[in-house]
Every structure is written in structure tokens, then in C-alpha cells.
């Protein structure tokens, strides 16, 4: 093909979509410069010019930072989902509701349950090479991939559960409740728990029966059951209405999504909610996932944002990125490259909701 039908065919297409080969190819690729910056965030900033999931989580970092300094203050949903307190996120969890990077936690049972184990002084552990996990089961020794923890000292904790709902008065409670006074009850400062109730963040776990807390309250049912007495009742529909009335009492919001599944789901559902109640809240405004997931398995954990503008979960104009790697490695990134520029967005003002649900309007 000659130039000038090159020229031709370059003119066709500016007039059909107003695109053109020169403005195209008029962003070279940055290479990465490891002398350039010694910091976290001077890393992400320069993976703007980079490819691939480098980009992309430099595009999340843009989102994150550009939401915690919006003037609007926007309140942040984080949604946990993933074994990331066994996989050493616990501190940075804990820490991003103690600053404020976090207003509202939508978690698994799981991580609520395996943070409550460490804050009763037990641990996880790093896992050996090459013992066999039948030899494990012997040992009464639990295997998360690379990390280890004892069955034993889970019973534990599964007593201390127990126990906290045999002290409560027999009525239901929202997730969010049940969860508030465990922290306040537990008064541990390394909880993410405690901390949460101290900060006045509130916590749902909306499959909580779907996890050691669950099977626990399942003992405190079983022996109320047994002994003749109420028991406590963990109303997770009530939860739909609170997590609606923090929607309802937010100028605006955005999600930081740490795996998918429920969390996600919970979190991006509120607005559609809102519609079947007749009652109107805008959508998200910002979002941003880490996710080892991506959207051709027609699953939520891999859904994307444009996605779910279709279902109405965003704004049209909503800021959003999406990064593709264990989230292990890309929130401590995320987390700490905004503490870098910590000047530039706290303290964030307190975020304040009440919890009696007639008020939702």
C-alpha cells in the first residue's frame, strides 16, 4: 500500500470516528526508571507511563488519592473479601479505618473472625515446604496455601463467640450491631474490631453465617435450644436498611474492593435497593478493585465498573480502575503511597450516621 492511499484511508477514518494515526500514537511509553524516586508513591506515579497491571494500578492509585481529596468528602465503602488477615493485611486494614481512609467495612466472616483470633493473642504462621496436609490434619494444624494456624486455639475463640452472645440480651441484632458491641467487648487496640467501634466505622458482614462467627452462633442456638431460652438472632435484612440509611446520609461515596464476591456485591447493590424501596440515592462515584478475577468468567468478582453503570451502581461520570493482581501486594502499595501524600487529604472530617432506620426517607 502506498503512503498516499495510507493518507487516504487515515483521512476516511478522522471523518468517520475522529480518530487519526498522529494523535494515536502521540503517548510514547514511559520506560521504568528505578533511580528515579524512593518512594512508594513516586513509584506508582512513574508506572502512569508503563504498561499492563503496572498502569492500571497506578490509574488506581489516581482514583484512591483523587477520592480521599475530594472537597465533597465523599464516604468510602471497602469491601473485604479473600483471606487477607491470614495473608498479613490486618494492621493495614486497621490502620486505613483509624486515619480515615475508610468510613464504612463490608467484610467475610472469615477475616472478622481470623482478626478477632489474633486480637485474643493467637497467631497465624508460615507455612513449612513439603508436609503433607494429612500429616497437618493430624497435627490439628489448619492450612491456608502458605499459612498455617492451630485448630486448637480456634476453639478458643469459637468459646469466646459463643460466650459474647450468651452475655447479650435475647433480640435480634444487624450484623452491624452484633459486630459494634463485640469491639467495644473485646477492647483490643490491635483489633481492627475495637478500632471500628472506637471510630464510630461501622462494620456489616452480610454472609456471616458463611464463617466461623456463624458456626459459633450456631452453638449459642443449639445450647439456648437445649437449655430452654432465647437465644440472640442475627438479622442480616436488617442490615440492608442501615447500610441504605449510610448511603441515604452520604453527600456522595465511593468502593475500594479487595477481592469480589459478597462484599462487592453488598456494597454496589445499595442504589438498585434504594430504587425497590421507591427511595433515590445517586450512585457511587468512585471505585476501585484488586482482583485476581477478570470479567470473562461472567461472574461479579470479575465484573467491571462499566458493567455495573448498566445495573445504575456508578455515575455516568464516575472515576474508576481496576488492577489485576494479588491484593497482598497492591493495597500496601495503595495504602501506603496515599500516606505519602497524607498532607494533601487528612484528617478527613468524621463521618456520622444514626442508626434508626425510620429516618430513612
Not at 293 to 307: I, Q, R, V, Y
Request: charged share 25%; proline share 4%; net charge neutral.
Amino acid at each position: 500500500m502506498t503512503p498516499e492511499n495510507i493518507d487516504k484511508i487515515n483521512s476516511t477514518e478522522a471523518t468517520d470516528n475522529l480518530y487519526t494515526q498522529s494523535n494515536l500514537l502521540s503517548d510514547p511509553v514511559k520506560h521504568f526508571d528505578g533511580e528515579s524516586s524512593s518512594s512508594v508513591s513516586g513509584l506508582l506515579e512513574s508506572f502512569r507511563g508503563t504498561a499492563f497491571q503496572s498502569r492500571n494500578l497506578a490509574s488506581c492509585y489516581d482514583v484512591m488519592l483523587g477520592m480521599l481529596q475530594d472537597k465533597e468528602r465523599p464516604t468510602v465503602f471497602l469491601g473485604l473479601a479473600g483471606a487477607m488477615v491470614p495473608g498479613g493485611l490486618l494492621k493495614a486494614v486497621r490502620d486505613m479505618i483509624n486515619l480515615g481512609v475508610v468510613d464504612v467495612l463490608v467484610s467475610t466472616g472469615a477475616n472478622l473472625y481470623h482478626e478477632l483470633h489474633e486480637a485474643l493473642g493467637f497467631h497465624h504462621y508460615l507455612a513449612q515446604n513439603d508436609v503433607s496436609d494429612l500429616e497437618l490434619r493430624k497435627l490439628r494444624i489448619d492450612r491456608m496455601h502458605d499459612v498455617y494456624v492451630s485448630d486448637l486455639e480456634f476453639q478458643d475463640t469459637d468459646l469466646y463467640i459463643k460466650q459474647f452472645a450468651d452475655s447479650l440480651k435475647p433480640r435480634a441484632y444487624s450484623s452491624r450491631e452484633f459486630l459494634y458491641l463485640l469491639g467495644k467487648k473485646l477492647n483490643k487496640s490491635n483489633s481492627i474490631l475495637t478500632t471500628a467501634a472506637n471510630n464510630g466505622v461501622p462494620i456489616f458482614c452480610p454472609a456471616i453465617a458463611d464463617s466461623s462467627i456463624g458456626m459459633s452462633l450456631a452453638w449459642h442456638l443449639k445450647e439456648r435450644d437445649k437449655q430452654g431460652k432465647e437465644p440472640i438472632i442475627v438479622d442480616t435484612i436488617r442490615d440492608n436498611l442501615e447500610i441504605l440509611k449510610v448511603k441515604m446520609d452520604s453527600k456522595k461515596t465511593g468502593a475500594i474492593h479487595i477481592g469480589g464476591g459478597v462484599p462487592k456485591n453488598y456494597i454496589q447493590q445499595i442504589t438498585p435497593m434504594a430504587g425497590i424501596l421507591g427511595l433515590e440515592t445517586p450512585p457511587h462515584s468512585y471505585g476501585i478493585q484488586i482482583t485476581t478475577d477478570d470479567p470473562k468468567w461472567g461472574g461479579l468478582s470479575g465484573c467491571t465498573f462499566k458493567e455495573s453503570q448498566s445495573w445504575g451502581k456508578y455515575t455516568d461520570g464516575a472515576r474508576f480502575a481496576v488492577v489485576y493482581m494479588d491484593a497482598t501486594i497492591g493495597l500496601p502499595l495503595l495504602f501506603k503511597a496515599c500516606l505519602e501524600k497524607k498532607s494533601t487529604w487528612y484528617p478527613r472530617k468524621p463521618f456520622k450516621v444514626t442508626w434508626d432506620i425510620r429516618g430513612i426517607t
